[in-house]
């Protein structure tokens, strides 16, 4: 089992966690792609100081950062959307999109205090408070803003305004973030209607792992009217259930989207291959459907990709049924 694919199914219950499974990805979405990056001192939307509240408290910036490190695959991500990426000079291991930013070895999950003093950072933005970094950070002068795994789809578009603010692009994070919230209601719009919902299995790992309606991917699959098979688990372990093949086979899902296509090989030919699932209606009409791992686990501006792919699925459910 490699490295990742161990961190990944050893904490796979864990938000957190899924924003650092995978590897490389690529989209060809504009909502996905960074935004033009403009130069620190030609970013003026938002004046300084500025003060945010943040789950680490308030932090107060007293001048524009220039030296950003990220320890979060997510914020690395929205930093580059709303025009921040020429301010970031460190991201951790897992930031591998987009392409240009630049990673280091760097551990979000356990990180070092005098590595990333090293970086010489005026903010460091992280996913979680391990080790308490903010305080050890902010001890030596250093900016740190918190940002926890999103919950809610305002979450993330709390936590993108946040970061423009925080960086002196607060004009182009609401517009990302207003774009966001139009893509996704047009591609919930465009949606057939359906005489009986589609039932679907999200797949966090090849020892079924599966997330409830109650999770932000959760709820990304609601907003198109599916139905979750894991809400029926006799244990929702926190909104992470570990399902079995037979409860998988039982309730004989319409779609399953896989999102351990790299973190564990897993595609519609190793799903068939499994016993008895070559019963299951989305293996016989074509619904099993691959996703990005890094996608379907960061809840940043490519939400919008994500939410696209499983649209186009239930559409093609929809006409071929």
Not at 147 to 160: F, H, K
Request: proline share 5%; with cysteine; hydrophobic share 40%.
């Amino acid at each position: 089992m490699s490295r990742i694919r161990a961190a990944c199914a050893a904490l796979v219950i864990l938000p957190l966690v899924l924003a650092a499974c995978g590897q490389a990805a690529s989209s060809s979405s504009s909502t996905a792609g960074p935004a033009a990056q403009a130069s620190p001192s030609e970013a003026a939307s938002g004046g300084f100081p500025v003060t945010l509240s943040t789950a680490n408290g308030e932090v107060t910036l007293e001048a524009q950062p220039t030296n950003i490190v990220s320890l979060s695959p997510t914020a690395t991500e929205m930093l580059f959307a709303v025009g921040a990426g020429q301010q970031v000079t460190a991201v951790d291991e897992f930031s591998n999109y987009p392409s240009e930013a630049p990673t280091t070895d760097l551990s979000g999950f356990d990180p070092n205090i005098e590595t990333i003093a090293g970086y010489e950072p005026d903010l460091v933005v992280t996913s979680d408070e391990t080790g308490e970094i903010a305080t050890a950070l902010e001890e030596v002068g250093v900016g740190v803003l918190t940002l926890p795994a999103a919950v809610t789809l305002d979450d993330s578009y709390e936590q993108i305004e946040q970061l423009g603010k925080a960086t002196g692009h607060a004009d182009e994070a609401a517009a990302v973030a207003e774009q966001m919230r139009d893509d996704i209601d047009k591609i919930a719009a465009d949606l057939p209607e359906l005489d009986q919902p589609l039932r679907y299995y999200h797949e966090l790992d090849d020892t079924y792992y599966s997330v409830t309606s109650d999770t932000f991917i959760g709820q990304i699959y609601g907003l198109l009217g599916l139905r979750n098979i894991a809400d029926e688990a006799p244990d929702d372990a926190g909104g992470y259930p570990q399902l079995s093949s037979e409860f998988i086979v039982d309730a004989n899902p319409d779609l399953i989207f896989l999102a351990d296509t790299k973190c564990c090989g897993q595609s519609a030919e190793t799903v068939a291959q499994r016993a008895g699932w070559d019963r299951i209606s989305a293996v016989t009409s074509d619904g099993v459907v691959a996703l990005d791992d890094d996608i379907a686990s960061r809840w940043g501006p490519r939400v919008v990709d994500l939410l696209r792919t499983v649209a186009d699925a239930v559409q093609q459910q929809a006409t071929s049924g």
